[in-house]
């Protein structure tokens, strides 16, 4: 089951950029493209932990601002010859308002 | 007998809808027709002819009186229904009370207001209706009127473009990035602005109005920046809202609109809606195409058909003669998308594709769109392209085309266009040439010199040679910066200036970029050349810069950043350093660490730390020391005649003076200099990319030295009497750094591509050229000679960029 949570407004992010939010498993990266998608992912590359939420936006992927890993916003997977994979979570935009589907979030905490 | 039906608005949407209906069935209701505005309907989308005197008001109107008479339809124009009385199932108006069996709303949308002062002075009109038009009118007759649209979507640039057609001085001011931000992509958006800038419309991206001004009436347009605009006339267009207070006082269910379902009805049975005051299935349209969509619905359920209404592809259009532009559907990008782009800089043609599984989900185009229906039809069917994919984008009449054109950028320059900037060089220069018969890179040097100095141009040169001569010239393959672009560093740098290339998009677009928003190597480049081109013009972009850029400070392996204040050629005082401290004891800093360049680095700092830090250090007079830029770092000096007993010149001084003058500038790479008080040279000088070394008669200035991943000594500049000719040396030299180098070179490796001849002559021997240097670097401090810190930890900066955007680890579990 969905648990959509209002986090913040659209604006709060600037286009192509990212802001975080704080849940009780790390930090969660949401993303704002250039055409105001949003995406919400691990703010932790599958490198070493990198913080994506602070890396270059571009297109619909994220470079990771320690070593330039190539992460795929939609899927979460790293690009080109990396390996790895971060989480994604579903994530959506009503009426200017981003909502984040916290069911897995918090029930992953409560476990 | 007939049923009462009463519709409320007299616009586009209830118009169509009682064509239709009395086409179904003439008989069925006596029509009782309300509308606000004093006449009857007319073709709302051809006010911006209107206002533009391409039209009359006579030829837009729709229903003249003849056939209201004709169809039987009771008007009562210019009188608006102030109530709907659900019980009693009638409507109020001035008029009084009237009686329905059934009731249509349809009463359009209102232009949005921004909620700023002055926004009700007389003279700031919305764009709505044939009285607002009447009034833009009034004030267009007057000579010299200035206007200032503020929206910079559909109906702002309309209603610039027709304020200009009717001589008035006009300025858009647009909150975006780029205009029409929600039809177009930055590309198509840049394209659209140049038009318009080059028909004198001043426009204004990124413009947050703070306040209208004026007395009796509106004088000008002030944003928060500051910058503030004659106005004569404002027009209102930053967005419109449905008009749907009726439906809220009578207690309809209204969303962001009226709410309908499928046939049109709101939550009364009794009571329908349609046009853009409805909301179906969570959306608000605001084009007509689907509005008569609607007006088809509701005219069959209103004779009991069952019809549904099915939410349309819209596609969008602007309505400025010469201006051609089409977008439609979905572009945004995505891993399951792919994108075909066509640029073809000479004619200011963009064109996009967006594709998803091998079907048309977007398109996107600029300057050509004679191939929109086709690919609109494409998209609407939902075709499979993968056949055709590789001609796709030149459109049906293509089969067997050319392909593209690599030397687009160069033919497309004027004879005009400067190539070669040290000599002076323009393209139509070098043709000549050519076909005089200088057919190499050599001939051509040694005939216009056209890079024969620095060799920046080189690149270009040879696509002059290539586009001139065709297949006898070969070019050698293009470097490109990146998978963006085939083009070099140094070709972008000429093309940036001798195109005037003033944003981003720009260049993607004059320069063919292969992707619509380029990547993490070329954004940072392009964003540096333009904050060194055009200091006063180019607004700083942050999302592409690298983290450190863009925090203000060291990122390290672990997420943390370092914090290193700045120590003025190495100076501290007892304040600064108990600031710092307690600073360090405070923020409980894990590393405090004395760098080589004379500073203290507080590492392992939490980001959500770094605002109030710094607020802390600036507070003790600390600022920023920029040991995270590629910009100046430090300026390291030895104590010299003051302490120590070799000392022969001031170094500590003159190295605080220089670091005054530079600090805060950006530069292609991070730039370090040192200045040691005698040949002993315990500061180090000989090692930076500037250095200088004090000696009885004066100052030693050597530059391009590295003691990084390379080691190398500095090479002598000049030897000079006075501090001053040491000061215009260094700030000369990083100027002719910060315009020629590429980004990402050291000075070393710069010093090395274009030759310390070329750079002592432009710096040591041409003193004129030096003082200009001078002049530039200057105009370019007077922006960026500032403390980012004390900026970024202003208070209302912190939410906005430093808190997180949630905090959900409060948040009870279910
Ligand atoms: C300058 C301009 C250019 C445009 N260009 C295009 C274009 O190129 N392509 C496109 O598809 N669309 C365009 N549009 C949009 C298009 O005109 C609208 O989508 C369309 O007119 C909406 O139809 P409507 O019937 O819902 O509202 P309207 O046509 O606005 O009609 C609503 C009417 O209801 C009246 N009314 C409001 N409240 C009351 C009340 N309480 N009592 C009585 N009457 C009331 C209003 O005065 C108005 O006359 C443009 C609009 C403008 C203003
Ligand atoms: C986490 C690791 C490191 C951090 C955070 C760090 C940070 C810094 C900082 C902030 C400076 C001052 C910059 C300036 O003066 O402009 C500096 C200078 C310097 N660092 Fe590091 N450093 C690190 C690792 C290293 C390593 C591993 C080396 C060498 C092997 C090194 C060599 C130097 C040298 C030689 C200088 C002086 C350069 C000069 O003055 O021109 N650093 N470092
Ligand atoms: C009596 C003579 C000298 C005095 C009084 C003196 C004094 C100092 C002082 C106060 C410092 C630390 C402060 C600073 O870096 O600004 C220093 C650093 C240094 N000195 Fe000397 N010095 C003398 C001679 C020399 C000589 C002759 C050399 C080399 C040939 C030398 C090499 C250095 C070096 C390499 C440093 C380190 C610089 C750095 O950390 O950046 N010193 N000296
Ligand atoms: S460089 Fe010369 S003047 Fe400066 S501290 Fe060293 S010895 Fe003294
Ligand atoms: S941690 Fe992201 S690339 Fe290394």
Not at chain 2, 508 to 523: V, Y
Request: charged residues 25%.
């Amino acid at each position: 089951m969905s648990n959509w949570i209002d986090i913040a407004a659209l604006e709060d992010i600037p286009p192509r950029g990212a802001r975080v939010v704080k849940t009780r498993l790390g930090c969660v990266a949401v993303f704002r493209t250039g055409d105001d998608r949003v995406f919400a992912i691990d703010d932790a590359c599958p490198h070493k932990k990198g913080p994506l939420s602070e890396g270059i936006v571009h297109g619909n992927a994220v470079t990771c601002p320690l070593h330039n890993w190539v992460i795929d916003l939609e899927t979460g997977m790293a690009q080109g010859a990396d390996e790895g994979r971060v989480n994604t979570y579903e994530i959506r935009v009503e009426q200017g308002r981003i909502l984040l589907d916290g069911a897995r979030l918090l029930a992953r905490s409560a476990a | 007998m007939a049923q009462k039906l009463v519709v409320i608005g007299a616009g586009m949407a209830s118009g169509r809808m009682l064509e239709e209906l009395f086409a179904i069935d003439a008989g069925a209701y006596d029509v009782t027709l309300f509308g606000a505005e004093p006449r009857g309907n007319y073709n709302r989308i051809m006010l911006s002819p209107v206002l533009a005197g391409e039209k009359e008001y006579g030829e837009i109107i729709t229903h003249d009186a003849d056939w209201y008479r004709d169809n039987g339809v009771d008007c009562r124009f210019g009188e608006p229904v102030v109530k709907i009385d659900r019980k009693a199932k009638q409507v109020v108006s001035p008029g009084g009370v009237t009686p329905y069996d059934k009731l249509v709303i349809a009463t359009g949308s209102a232009s949005f207001f921004i909620p700023v002062q002055g926004n009700d002075l007389p003279g700031v009109v919305g764009f709505r209706d044939l009285d607002d038009v009447e009034a833009m009118l009034k004030v267009a007759g007057k000579p010299d009127g200035q206007a200032v649209v503020i929206g910079g979507g559909l109906l702002g640039l309309e209603a610039a473009a027709a304020l200009k057609q009717q001589g008035m001085d006009v300025t858009v001011l647009h909150l975006m990035g780029h205009l029409m931000e929600r039809q177009l992509d930055p590309a198509a958006g840049y394209l659209l602005q140049k038009e318009l800038e080059g028909r004198g419309i001043n426009i204004v991206c990124k413009a947050h109005t703070q306040a209208i001004l004026g007395k009796e009436h509106v004088e000008a347009v002030l944003l928060e920046d500051g910058q503030v605009f004659g106005a004569d006339l404002v027009v209102m267009a930053a967005g419109i809202r449905p008009e749907s207070w009726l439906a809220v006082d009578a207690g309809l269910r209204v969303e962001r609109g009226i709410w309908v379902d499928d046939t049109m009805q709101t939550s009364d049975p009794d009571i329908y809606a349609l046009g853009e005051c409805v909301e179906h299935d969570e959306v608000v349209y605001g084009l007509v195409a689907p509005l008569f969509d609607m007006a088809k619905v509701l005219a069959k359920t209103l004779t009991g058909t069952v019809a549904e209404f099915k939410a349309p592809v819209v596609s969008c259009q602007l309505k400025v003669t010469g201006v051609d532009l089409f977008s439609v559907g979905d572009f945004s990008q995505g891993d399951d998308r792919e994108e075909i782009v066509f640029r073809d800089p000479g004619r200011g043609i963009y064109k996009r594709l967006i594709l998803k599984e091998d079907r048309i989900i977007g398109v996107v185009m600029y300057g050509d769109t004679t191939d929109a229906g086709w690919f609109f039809e494409m998209l609407k069917t939902g075709e499979d392209i993968s056949d055709i994919r590789d001609t796709l984008i030149y459109g049906p009449a293509f089969q067997g085309g050319e392909a593209l054109d690599p030397l687009a950028v160069v033919a497309a320059m004027p004879d005009s266009a400067e190539i070669c900037g040290c000599n002076g060089v323009c393209k139509g220069t070098i043709v000549q040439a050519i076909h005089d018969g200088a057919t190499d890179l050599g001939a051509i040097k040694a005939v216009t010199k056209a890079s024969a100095s620095c060799g920046n141009c080189t690149g270009l040169v040879e696509q002059v040679l290539a586009s001139t001569l065709g297949d006898e010239f070969q070019v050698p393959t293009p470097s490109g910066i990146c998978g963006c672009t085939d083009h070099s560093h140094e070709d972008i740098r000429r093309v940036i200036k001798s195109q005037a290339l003033k944003s981003i998009p720009a260049v993607m677009q004059e320069m063919g970029w292969k992707t619509s928003c380029g990547c993490h190597i070329c954004r940072p480049a392009l964003n540096y050349y333009m904050i060194a081109e055009w200091p006063l013009e180019y607004a700083d972009d942050l999302q592409s810069r690298f983290v450190n850029e863009r925090n203000h400070a060291n990122i390290q392996k672990d997420g943390t950043y370092s914090v290193v204040p700045r120590m003025w050629g190495g100076i501290t005082t007892p304040q600064e350093l108990r600031a710092i401290a307690d600073a360090a004891e405070k923020y409980n800093v894990p590393t405090i660490h004395v760098t080589g360049g004379q500073r203290i680095d507080l590492l392992g700092i939490r980001r959500e730390d770094l605002p109030a830090m710094w607020a802390d250090l600036n507070s003790a007079g600390l600022v920023s020391g920029h040991a995270y830029s590629k910009g100046l770092r430090t300026v390291k000096t030895c104590v010299g005649s003051d302490h120590c007993r070799f000392g022969t010149q001031d170094s500590t001084g003159l190295g605080i003076k220089l670091e005054k003058i530079l600090w805060g500038s950006w530069t292609p790479h991070k730039v370090k200099l040192a200045v040691s008080g005698c040949p002993r040279n315990c500061a180090e000088a000989t090692c930076k990319d500037l250095g200088v070394i004090c000696v009885d008669s004066g100052y030693q200035v050597s530059v391009a030295g590295a003691a990084g991943m390379e080691l190398k000594e500095t090479e002598a500049l000049a030897t000079v009497a006075t501090e001053q000719e040491v000061i215009d040396l260094a700030v000369a030299f990083i100027q002719l750094y910060r315009e020629s180098a590429n980004y990402l070179d050291r000075p070393y490796k710069w010093v090395a591509k274009v030759g310390m001849d070329w750079v002592k002559q432009q710096v040591v021997e041409d003193a004129q050229n030096r003082a200009a240097l001078c002049e530039r670097f200057e105009i370019s401090q007077s922006v960026y000679r500032k403390d980012p810190w004390a900026e970024q930890a202003k208070p209302e900066y912190r939410p906005r960029k430093w808190a997180a955007l949630a905090d959900l680890t409060l948040e009870a579990a279910e």
